[in-house]
């Protein structure tokens, strides 16, 4: 129902910016709560930042420390996130996260409140 496509990996140093993007398909995309996760190697996936179905109201990470910005426009469909201030540990596999569209998201950070999962885009911090 929802594909997702995430865009703006790369590499930057540390104190660098990026801002990622996702594109989604579908007709619904305003009905759906986003968020970003991310995955380092040899790590579990963990949340990043979390943005509600009409955009109002956003939670994030403790580790993202006002560094990250959720966004989306739903009439473009698409989330963004721009990322500043980058460390080397925010290197990871950053992934754009739907949920399902008709239930209450209780527990924004955990990653089995979504449903749809775009392919990943690389981001690598170097020190």
């Known amino acids: 129902q929802v594909q997702l496509v995430e865009s703006g990996g790369g590499l930057v140093q540390t104190g660098g910016s990026l801002r990622l993007s996702c594109a989604a398909s579908?007709?619904?995309?305003?009905?759906?709560?986003m968020g970003w996760f991310r995955q380092a190697p040899g790590k579990a996936r963990e949340f990043v930042a979390h943005?509600?179905?009409?955009?109002?109201?956003?939670y994030y990470a403790d580790f993202v420390k006002g560094r990250f910005t959720i966004d989306r426009d739903n009439a473009k469909n698409t989330v963004g996130l721009q990322m500043n201030s980058l460390e080397p540990d925010d290197t990871a596999v950053y992934y754009c996260a739907a949920d399902s569209g008709f239930a209450r998201v209780a527990v924004p950070s955990s990653a089995d409140e979504y449903t749809y999962w775009g392919q990943g885009t690389q981001v690598t911090v170097s020190s």
């Open positions: 943005i509600s179905r009409s955009g109002t109201t956003r």
């Open positions: 579908g007709r619904t995309f305003s009905s759906h709560v």
